[in-house]
């Protein structure tokens, strides 16, 4: 009944930018905290950024200064931007709202070398 569904992924050249989406159906965006997770092939799943209700933001080390994380709630959408890309942010990107619980099925990032 819950579907959040990730897009926005592909290939992009070293330095480059790109936004991720994540729209949601059964669930409201602005009523919970949201989160964006990352898998690279062979990795654990990590947190890259969490958005909490009150607006507060939580990234990761290595995104920290190149990804920002936030929400339209007219629109009841989530966004990763992305800037700077480097080939380590290459992974599987998931939207997870509640962050951690529910899971989107994915938009694959790629930065090659």
């Known amino acids: 009944q819950v579907h959040l569904v990730e897009s926005g992924g592909g290939l992009v050249q070293a330095g480059g930018s790109l936004r991720l989406s994540c729209g949601g159906s059964?669930?409201?965006?602005?009523?919970?905290?949201v989160g964006w997770y990352r898998q690279a092939p062979g990795k654990e799943r990590e947190r890259v950024a969490t958005?909490?209700?009150?607006?507060?933001?939580i990234y990761a080390d290595a995104v920290k200064g190149r990804f920002t994380i936030s929400r339209d709630d007219a629109k009841n959408m989530v966004y990763l931007e992305m800037n700077t890309l480097k080939p380590e942010d290459t992974a599987v990107y998931y939207c997870?709202?509640?962050?951690?619980?529910?899971w989107g099925q994915g938009t694959q990032v790629t930065v090659p070398d």
């Open positions: 997870s709202a509640p962050p951690g619980i529910m």
């Open positions: 059964g669930v409201v965006f602005k009523n919970i905290a």
């Open positions: 958005l909490n209700m009150r607006g507060i933001t």
